[in-house]
């Protein structure tokens, strides 16, 4: 009898599958937080804490909504409710942060709920992305959406700033204050 060949022999090794909760105790990131009740409730908060900062009535509140491959209903509802609170109130303007992808759809959305609030403006949108196109000095809309009031186009670039290298964002804006009460 020979030796057996062992370098071909393929052992069968159970795998263990690891199944990790979305969301912990006391995390505070999780997809299990977007909801039409939870929008409300951050809406009442960034409501109070822009008055507590003393900011100007009129002022935009810029919701940060990353990308996401695909929007959740319940990612929606969100924003929606978020939208809906912030108008109602009467107090600030919602504004919005998205990327480039998901940008026109909610564009779509929130312009309904501003229309159904019966508010003649458009609402305000800081887009990020398309980058290979940005350049400082292009107006907003040539990240491809001609809604768009602010372009981020260049994000952590390090910049020396009186002796110091923060990593800094680079954006373009439609007006030299795009939260203000107003942009005329």
Same mark, same amino acid.
């Given at each position: !009898?020979?030796?057996?060949?062992?370098?071909?022999? +393929?052992?069968?090794?159970?795998?263990?599958?690891?199944?990790?909760?979305?969301?912990?105790?006391?995390?505070?990131?999780?997809?299990?937080?977007?909801?039409?009740?939870?929008?409300?409730?951050? =809406?009442?908060?960034?409501?109070? !804490?822009?008055?507590? *900062?003393?900011?100007?009535?009129? +002022?935009?509140?810029?919701?940060?909504?990353?990308?996401?491959? @695909?929007?959740?209903?319940?990612?929606?509802?969100?924003?929606?409710?978020?939208?809906?609170? @912030?108008?109602?109130?009467?107090?600030?303007?919602?504004?919005?942060?998205?990327?480039?992808?998901? =940008? =026109?759809?909610?564009?779509?959305?929130?312009? !309904?709920?501003?229309?159904?609030?019966? @508010?003649?403006?458009?609402?305000?949108?800081? @887009?990020?992305?398309? +980058?290979? *196109?940005?350049?400082?000095?292009?107006?907003?809309?040539?990240?491809?959406?001609?809604?768009?009031?602010?372009?981020?186009?260049?994000?952590?670039?390090?910049?020396?700033?009186?002796?110091?290298?923060?990593?800094?964002?680079?954006?373009? =804006?439609?007006?030299?204050?795009?939260?203000?009460?107003? +942009?005329?």
């Amino acid at each position: !009898r020979g030796k057996r060949d062992t370098r071909y022999v +393929t052992k069968r090794v159970p795998v263990k599958v690891l199944a990790q909760p979305r969301a912990t105790a006391g995390s505070t990131c999780s997809a299990h937080f977007v909801s039409a009740p939870r929008g409300l409730a951050e =809406a009442n908060d960034a409501i109070a !804490r822009t008055a507590a *900062e003393g900011f100007a009535r009129g +002022t935009v509140i810029f919701l940060d909504i990353e990308h996401m491959d @695909v929007i959740p209903k319940a990612m929606r509802d969100y924003y929606m409710a978020w939208t809906r609170r @912030v108008l109602e109130d009467g107090g600030y303007r919602p504004g919005f942060y998205a990327h480039t992808l998901n =940008a =026109a759809s909610i564009y779509e959305d929130v312009k !309904r709920v501003f229309d159904a609030a019966g @508010v003649t403006d458009e609402p305000r949108f800081w @887009v990020a992305g398309n +980058t290979t *196109e940005f350049a400082p000095g292009k107006p907003p809309s040539d990240v491809g959406h001609a809604f768009a009031d602010i372009w981020q186009g260049v994000i952590d670039r390090m910049e020396e700033r009186n002796g110091h290298k923060p990593p800094i964002d680079v954006n373009v =804006a439609a007006s030299p204050s795009p939260s203000s009460v107003s +942009t005329d």
